[in-house]
């Protein structure tokens, strides 16, 4: 099992910032393509940078239950009295979080913390705003078959 903290503050560029080119030929045929914005690739480059020196000799095992909990740091608009009575709070804008965790996995995957993506079995992703902004990555293999079972049976554990 791999479990993270990784104290930033996490940019909210996600896989969703792509950006269409035109690809001309020599022939004078022209095409279009989806490239990565600037912002994509930067924020790829900064989880790498933060993730590099946790990475494991090798993939974690399949099937994998990977869990993202990202917290941002309070807004303006975030009153004392809810930043003294929570340590932090769900984060309900902006980025959303299937493409939040997509930028992370291809991440993650291309650190070899985890086998392709495809090999993610169960993904848990959280978002918050509180006092300790970072990323928090706990990394998993899915070895407990009476959990396998609950999960494909749809009956819990006994």
Known sequence: MIDIFLACIPPKTTHQSKKLVNI???DGRSFGKLADKPELTQARGFWMTLLQPHMPGAPVEPPISLTLEVTWPWRGSDSKRIRDRFDRIPCETKPDCSNFAKT???VLAGLQFIPPD???AE???RKFIGSTPGLRVR????ADTRFAESLFTGRGAQ
């Open 24 to 26: 001309r030929l020599k």
């Open 104 to 106: 992370l996995e291809d």
């Open 118 to 120: 495809e090999k993610v």
């Open 123 to 125: 993904l848990v992703v």
């Open 139 to 142: 990394i998993q293999t899915i």
